[in-house]
């Protein structure tokens, strides 16, 4: 089964924007940041994920530098439902009108009349409850899907209760969640994506980095494979659920080619079992 977004299939590795600008700084080379995300058009990647957060729009505009006029197959992820506050850390943004205001920011500096995929970001990490009611928030994005401003609507940080109780409201076209080896918090919410063909995209594949790195040897499969740590890492989300698309970040072209090719291993069932429990 290959995921999809409406008639899309999606590939199976994206990109997650993030590490390009941050929460609030502007990237040094810009020119390189544009080069990175035409190269990961250029190597296959279909999804690019990005959030207004993210160097205050300033990636969405670096996306629409770099991108448009789109490629037919592209779908750019965004989200809406947290800001940045003054310190720079995350806050909620959660009503009505915050919401609408996030998607104008994004239509504008995205250089699009509609969004592909809106994920609403829910409580949880680092960002604290908004108190506004879910079903509140999913109504006003639903609304936003009726007038052709959205096409799909998403869930992120989300649990199951909180994907049943949206779908109350509209369908949930997708779910980002955090997903690496040693981390199984998710482990329900992706047995239901997968019973329900929804996509999972997994944020922070790599354990942010440090998780693979430091706590777990993966040395010994991936002198096996001739691979990297990270491409183990990424080949074994991919054999762990066909709903699963990785959406690692990177501000660097080698290991975005890096990331990419590691949807060409293939890991055994063993190894993949090993894996699931190491931690």
């Known amino acids: 089964m290959q995921p999809r977004l409406g008639n899309k299939a999606i590939n199976r590795i994206g990109y997650g924007v993030m590490r390009l600008p941050g929460i609030r700084e502007i990237p040094e080379n810009t020119e390189l940041a544009l080069r990175l995300l035409r190269e990961a058009v250029s190597l296959g990647v279909n999804v690019i994920d990005t959030a207004d957060i993210y160097g205050a ?50 239509l504008d500096n995205l250089g699009t009349p509609s969004l592909d995929l809106v994920f609403l970001r829910l409580p949880g990490g680092p960002l604290p409850d908004s108190g506004v009611p879910i079903h509140e928030s999913m109504e006003c994005l639903a609304e936003l899907q009726a007038s052709g401003v959205i096409k799909h609507i998403g869930l992120s940080s989300a649990s199951t209760e909180q994907i049943e109780a949206a779908k109350s409201v509209a369908s949930v076209a997708a ?69 699963v698309v990785p959406i690692p970040g990177t501000s660097n072209i080698e290991h975005l080619r890096e990331n990419i090719a590691a949807s060409n291993l293939t890991l055994s069932p063993s190894e993949v079992e090993t894996l699931r429990n190491v931690a």
């Open 57 to 106: 729009g300033f990636a969405n505009r670096l996306i629409s530098e770099a991108l448009n006029p789109y490629p037919e197959n592209l779908i750019i992820s965004t989200k809406v439902g947290v800001k940045a506050g003054a310190d720079g850390r995350p806050v909620p943004a959660a009503t009505p009108d915050e919401i609408k205001a996030t998607v104008e920011r994004d």
């Open 175 to 243: 779910v980002q969640n955090a997903l690496f080896i040693g981390n199984s918090e998710s482990t329900d919410v992706l047995q239901l994506c997968e019973s329900e063909n929804i996509p999972f995209f997994a944020y922070f594949p790599l354990g942010m980095g440090m998780l693979i790195q430091k706590k777990i040897d993966l040395g010994p499969f991936a002198a096996a494979h001739q691979a990297s740590k990270s491409q183990i890492a990424l080949a074994w989300l991919l054999a762990l659920s066909p709903a």
